[in-house]
């Protein structure tokens, strides 16, 4: 499919308020993910639709930054990356994946500022876990910092989740309405271009995959 500008689609939420970031378990997330979960959490088509969309979107002899990573990144193989630093919650799925050239262990809910000085990266990706974030626009907006300028930042969701983990604006909205949440964080740290996003479903027996992307200003 072709990329779309993505139009209001998530009513009432340009003003935020604390209760949208609830979520039903509310301990650490230290704890949540002190056990290593080596498990896919897409089917191969939708993963496959995934790694297309970086190879035709993440320059080559980019510095990438893969945010909220886990035991895989799903970039190509054989991607030219000057290099992938991944900054996950868990050490042992850090560690289990090849792709990365440099992890850090760091929980962005706790501290949502980024270890890594401004223009560092050519491209951010965050795969699968955006619902998770408590402080998504304290977050976006540290992105844009080390992001250079007219770096990608590439968000990718499905509709599977952790419910307990996910935050409450998210649980309530469906699939049209997560495109656009997502569009909101963007739009709303100042820091992006106006984002863009497409749908990658494989098709109704595979698992959706939608992604919202927008370079930094």
Known sequence: MEPHEV???????????????????GAADTEFYASE???????????????AFYRRTVPEDAR??????????HLPEDHGCQDVTGLG?????????SQLTAHVVHDLNAKPVLPFDDQSFDACLIALSVQYLTRPLDVFGDISRVLRPEGVCIVSFSNRCFPTKAVAVWRALDDPGHIGLVATYFRQTNGFDEPLYEDLSPGERSDPIF??????L
Do not use: C, I, Y
């Open 7 to 25: 139009s209001d689609m998530v009513e009432g939420a340009l003003q935020f308020l604390p209760e949208h970031f609830a979520r039903s378990d």
């Open 37 to 51: 979960r080596m498990v896919h959490h897409l089917d191969e088509p939708a993963r496959s639709a995934l790694t």
């Open 64 to 73: 990438v930054l893969d945010l909220m990573s886990s035991w895989v990144s």
């Open 89 to 97: 919650m868990n050490a042992a799925e850090l560690s289990a994946n």
């Open 211 to 216: 992604v919202v992307w927008a370079k930094a």
